[in-house]
């Protein structure tokens, strides 16, 4: 779980995440850890772009293009994000190709 996400990292799903839509927004369980999480709305698309291995610069694309932000806002954000569902087991780090 040391891996590092930046912008050149294949994610996408964890095994061990069920997810739920309630009104809109993503609730996460962590079958392993009886955990749940919520995502609100902006972790929520996040969360929907990765049903499918991804490069973290392609979903900072794509957000760039639905959000506005001061330059830099987004990428800090996913960066985060994806940090936070990592390290919570949430999503896996695909070995780049």
Same mark, same amino acid.
């Given at each position: 779980?040391?891996?590092?996400?930046?912008? *050149?990292?294949?994610?996408?799903?964890?095994?061990?995440?069920?997810?739920?839509?309630? *009104?809109?927004?993503?609730?996460?369980? *962590?079958?392993?850890? *009886?955990?749940?999480?919520?995502?609100?709305?902006?972790? !929520?698309?996040?969360?929907? =772009?990765?049903?499918?291995?991804?490069?973290? !610069?392609?979903?900072? !694309?794509?957000? =760039?293009?639905?959000?506005?932000?001061?330059?830099?806002?987004?990428?800090?954000?996913?960066? =985060?994000?994806?940090?936070?569902?990592?390290?919570?087991?949430?999503?896996?780090?695909?070995?780049?190709?």
């Amino acid at each position: 779980m040391g891996q590092q996400i930046d912008g *050149n990292s294949m994610v996408s799903w964890s095994e061990q995440a069920v997810a739920t839509d309630v *009104n809109g927004e993503i609730v996460l369980m *962590n079958m392993d850890r *009886n955990r749940c999480y919520g995502l609100g709305a902006t972790g !929520s698309d996040i969360w929907r =772009k990765l049903a499918s291995p991804i490069r973290v !610069s392609d979903v900072i !694309s794509q957000l =760039k293009g639905e959000y506005e932000g001061p330059e830099g806002s987004i990428e800090t954000g996913v960066l =985060k994000t994806l940090s936070e569902l990592h390290s919570e087991g949430l999503i896996q780090i695909h070995e780049s190709a």
